[in-house]
């Protein structure tokens, strides 16, 4: 499916002319880096469920400093048959 939308992308997006860029930016609300700091520092088990994009979620991650480089990440994703076996397996 990825390689055939790339195919149809390919040939619709040929010989076009770039005349404008937009951009929207989600800002974190306040104090919710310090707040998630200070449950990761009580040792609160804080897990992230999101739709966004596996980059998206992980930029936000940082930004709210919920996890940083060092962090061990387990991401779930396009998971067939039951989740619940992949959660175990984690």
Not at 24 to 45: G, R
């Amino acid at each position: 499916r990825a390689r055939l939308r790339a195919e149809v992308s390919r040939d619709m997006e040929r010989d076009m002319t770039l005349v404008g860029v937009t951009a929207i930016e989600d800002k974190i609300q306040e104090k919710v880096p310090e707040t998630i700091a200070n449950l990761l520092a009580a040792c609160v088990k804080v897990w992230v469920l999101t739709g966004d994009k596996t980059e998206t979620a992980l930029n936000v991650g940082v930004a709210c400093r919920l996890i940083d480089h060092f962090t061990p990440r387990y991401i779930i994703d396009d998971v067939e048959g039951d989740v619940r076996d992949t959660l175990r397996a984690i």
